[in-house]
């Protein structure tokens, strides 16, 4: 039996095991539900060991776990290819907008219906599946091979960075390939060169010791709510351009090339702005929408709060204000110096009669762009062409996905992302699916990489 036959031989058994594991509720950002992630963990040590993986472990950090696993007999001569994926999920809240419950794993319509299923439950099963397809049919691997999951990508993996470092000899690898990620369509490829990064900050200004009569001190001390907007309207202009000096020093500009290939990948602004109910696009001057989108950095106001927001009027002066600001950062930014740049421009343009703080927020990550040639993404460029009979297009996305440039930073190894989850699977919203043609496409096409890998 070849690895094609096997894996349509074993196809119903995948597909309830995908179910089973979407079943854990795995949700790191939730403090009890920390015994239900390190049970996933644990779901995928047991998972691994039956697909051939030795040497496999959960390994505690110091928030939620991650799994490491291997297959490492192919030779001095074949390259080591770290495998990554995630097994925590984001919370299901709000329950009521899902048509089944959210850990109950309902199939229907040949999809899984459940929290994780697409995001990255059924992504991080298909480098197993495939690897388990491989050994059972020709009792090896092409390549050698290590598989590292983790538990805390949905939340930013605040506790990685010291694991990674601490375990850079055993998850040295010579290529790493993500399974978190997606495609563009059902019958249309992409291939994912970047990754934007992340920075925010919470900015406080404060005026009085307390809230004031308005009537009794209107005119005569300065408002914090006021004042906060000032600082805000200057922070970027109508033409989109953030005003932060220094923000732009380090960014990497489009080349042509960039441009172009951006061009080439379907966009209809109109039907986008129909689907956002939106009354135009905004973004910054000089760039097409979907530029903005992947290829340039961004700030943006995330929450605003002050004052009296209940029925009727309040006429008070407030003593505090806030907001929170969060930037998305492209290469070669880095998050530690456009924080220090922002912080520094706000703190700047304080007004007369209020004090002004800024505290960093946590879920910072660096900026992701495969450079070109890169080995491992030609790679999967040329599995993806095969899979789906016509070339990926290349894509940047405003997201970010941390482990990337955490393991950029300690193995030295820019990562590719082949992954087949498509936009309209709900993730991270109620009734998030997987479609099981998605599934079946994943394992087909891991088993063709590695051994394209090996060859």
């Given amino acids: 039996m070849n690895w094609e036959d096997y894996l349509s031989a074993n196809q119903n058994r995948f597909v309830e095991e995908l179910r089973d594991l979407v079943r854990i509720p795995s949700v790191s950002a939730k403090p009890e539900h920390m015994p239900d992630v390190e049970a996933a963990g644990e779901w995928v040590v047991t998972r691994l060991k039956a697909a051939g993986a030795e040497n496999v472990a959960m390994y505690p950090t110091a928030g939620h776990p991650v799994v490491y696993g291997d297959w490492l007999h192919a030779g001095a001569d074949k390259p080591t290819v770290l495998l990554y994926g995630h097994f925590d999920v984001q919370p299901a809240e709000p329950f009521d907008l899902w048509d089944t419950p959210p850990f109950e794993a309902a199939l229907r319509d040949d999809r899984i219906y459940g929290r994780g299923a697409s995001d990255d439950k059924g992504g991080m099963m298909t480098p197993i599946i495939a690897a388990e397809a491989l050994l059972k049919t020709t009792g090896k691997l092409p390549v050698n091979v290590k598989f590292f999951f983790e538990g805390q990508e949905e939340i930013g993996s605040p506790t990685l960075a010291p694991f990674i470092n601490a375990n850079s000899k055993m998850l040295k690898a010579d290529m790493i390939i993500s399974a978190d990620g997606g495609q563009w369509s059902e019958t249309e490829p992409n291939l994912l060169l970047g990754l934007k990064g992340l920075v925010g900050c919470e900015v406080t200004v404060t005026g009085a010791r307390s809230d004031l009569h308005s009537g009794m001190h209107g005119g005569g001390v300065a408002n914090a709510l006021h004042g906060l907007s000032q600082i805000i309207a200057e922070l970027k202009g109508r033409d989109g351009r953030i005003n932060v000096p220094g923000f732009y020093e380090d960014v990497i500009d489009l080349t042509v090339e960039d441009r172009e290939a951006i061009a080439r990948a379907p966009f209809d602004e109109s039907e986008y702005i129909d689907e956002l109910g939106v009354p135009d ?175």
Avoid at 362 to 388: C, I, M, Q, S, W
Avoid at 393 to 416: C, F, N, W
Avoid at 425 to 447: D, K, M, T, V, W
């Fill in 281 to 455: 696009v905004f973004g910054e001057e000089g760039y097409s929408t979907r530029e903005n989108l992947w290829a340039r950095p961004t700030l943006e106001i995330n929450g605003l709060w002050g004052g009296y927001q209940g029925g009727g009027i309040k006429t008070v002066l407030p003593r505090e204000a806030k907001a929170k600001i969060t930037c998305r950062l492209v290469a070669n930014q880095t998050p530690d110096k456009i924080y220090a740049l922002l912080k520094a421009h706000i703190e700047s343009l304080t007004p007369k009669g209020l004090r002004v703080s800024v505290e960093r927020l946590p879920g910072n990550a660096d900026p992701f762009l495969v450079p070109n040639g890169h080995n491992a993404t030609a790679a999967v460029n040329e599995v993806l062409k095969e899979v789906y009979g016509r070339d990926p297009y290349i894509v940047r996305t405003g997201g970010s996905i941390p482990v990337m440039t955490l393991l950029l930073k300690e193995l030295g190894v820019h990562g590719a992302v082949m992954a087949f989850g498509l936009d309209d699977e709900n993730i991270h919203a109620p009734n998030e699916f997987y479609r099981l043609s998605s599934y079946r496409n994943g394992q087909i096409a891991y088993c063709k990489l590695l051994e394209r890998l090996g060859a």
